[in-house]
């Protein structure tokens, strides 16, 4: 897979699909060209793009990119994020505030301990009306329903891909819907 096949597979499934948040890294973008990768995911019919590996001292020339095709950047805010710095990230994040559950490295492995992470939420709203959606751990229906009174959304990303593992086509298709559904009985 390739940041063009990916744009690619984004503009041909526009229309169909609820609005696209692309995740990538940093050097996949500036490799491609800051202007020539907003324009392009502004032509694919991104809504968004997630960078978890730019800093929020470095992000400007990408936001300022990203938002003259008006595609939001949703930014990270970490558990061990000081409260103060947690407040200016979340000031400069686009549409939504991706609130990590857990430290560690995202993944299906490790559900993320709910005190904390209602302390680490209650201190955001404190300091943003924007949506928080909670991320990194997230992949069963009870978690699902654990974050749903506390937070506005979830982020699924390594649970769903385990879901279409092996699979393709129709059977990717089957599986990824089946894994949705049940986490969708749980909002």
């Not at 491609?32 to 997630?50: E, K, M, S, T, Y």
């Not at 991320?135 to 937070?151: E, P």
């Amino acid at each position: 897979m390739t940041l063009e096949k990916v744009l690619t597979l984004v503009r041909d499934m526009h229309g169909s699909l609820p609005p696209v948040i692309l995740f990538t890294y940093y050097n996949l973008v500036y490799q491609f060209g800051l202007q020539q990768f907003a324009r392009a995911a502004a032509d694919a019919g991104a809504a968004g793009v997630i960078v978890p590996d730019i800093s929020l001292e470095e992000i400007e020339p990408l936001r300022l990119a990203l938002g003259a095709h008006a595609i939001d950047v949703p930014l990270l805010v970490a558990p061990s994020t000081p409260p103060d710095r947690a407040a200016r990230i979340a000031e400069q994040s686009g549409g939504f505030v991706y609130v990590v559950s857990r430290l560690g490295v995202t993944g299906a492995g490790t559900a993320p301990d709910s005190e904390p992470l209602r302390a680490q939420i209650a201190a955001l709203r404190a300091s943003t009306k924007k949506p928080l959606a909670v991320g990194f751990g997230i992949s069963t229906r009870a978690q699902v329903d654990a974050v749903r009174g506390i937070a506005d959304g979830v982020i699924i990303g390594s649970a769903l891909i385990d879901a279409y593992a092996g699979a393709r086509g129709d059977e990717a298709a089957h599986r990824v819907s089946a894994y949705v559904n049940e986490l969708v009985q749980a909002v």
